[in-house]
């Protein structure tokens, strides 16, 4: 949508310029410079206004903090959540080890912010392990959810700026204004063979819907930042990711 936009913009506006004036080629390349340079900079000071959308202080309609922290009984860890909208989120990946959770350590990754990657598609048809991995009183999403989520924060360029951390690689920080914490997950892909080792794709931060699509496949919301893309995609039972809750 940006690209489309900055076209729409340059093919239109260029070409009034350039006819009305009847610029030499040289002010006509500086008259494009300056558009382009109007463009970006246009999308790039895109307003938010995190007080109305999601504040820090007050209270949500959960009777809750905006923001705060709560305690998973099964295991005694702590996490953060934070208020978006009429949504509650986890702001953190969850961390809680089960028979379909991995934990990866490697170059290109911070792990102590990444929670587990989790195989939520290990058991399918069957919905127990989709019904039962987060904490009490807490969901795996829906793509309904996703889409509020998104709907409510405005534009792709907002979304992958307010709800992406400061530390979310090492090429790449957002302005984490509504405390979301987002942060590069990738994907870890586990090989047919047993005498393979499990390779971790690097790029976006990745968790799981709750959606099932076939016996085998789910989808999971992928945040691009690197390319300024939202999208949804769909796995095999074969790849694990990370996961956000979202309160009941």
């Given amino acids: 949508m940006q690209k489309a936009k900055f076209q729409s913009f340059f093919s239109s506006e260029t070409i009034k310029i350039v006819a009305r004036m009847n610029l030499s080629w040289r002010a006509i390349g500086v008259a494009i410079f300056c558009l382009i340079l109007v463009a970006c900079t246009t999308d790039a000071e895109e307003e938010f206004d995190a007080e109305s959308v999601c504040p820090a202080e007050g209270m949500n309609a959960y009777g809750m903090p905006n923001r705060g922290t709560f305690i998973d009984e099964r295991d005694g860890q702590e996490y953060k959540y ?19 959770s991995m934990k990866h350590e490697g170059e290109y990754i911070d792990c102590s912010e990444c929670g587990l990657w989790y195989n939520l598609g290990i058991n399918l048809p069957k919905r127990d392990i989709i019904d039962s991995v987060c904490p009490l009183g807490w969901r795996v999403p829906t793509e309904k959810d996703w889409n509020e989520l998104l709907n409510c ?25 509504c405390g979301f914490n987002g942060i590069e997950s990738g994907q870890i892909l586990v090989p047919e063979s047993k005498f393979k080792e499990p390779t971790y794709i690097r790029g976006g931060a990745c968790w799981w819907t709750q959606t099932v699509t076939s016996p085998t496949d789910m989808i999971h919301m992928d945040f691009l930042p690197s390319n300024n893309t939202i999208e949804y995609t769909e796995y095999i039972n074969r790849y694990f990711s990370t996961l956000r809750c979202i309160k009941n």
């Fill in 82 to 100: 934070t208020t978006i909208g009429n949504q509650v989120w986890m702001a953190q990946n969850l961390n809680y080890k089960t028979s379909y």
């Fill in 153 to 177: 924060i405005g534009s792709h360029t907002l979304v992958l700026r307010v709800l992406i951390s400061e530390f979310y690689s090492d090429k790449y920080s957002g302005s984490n204004e």
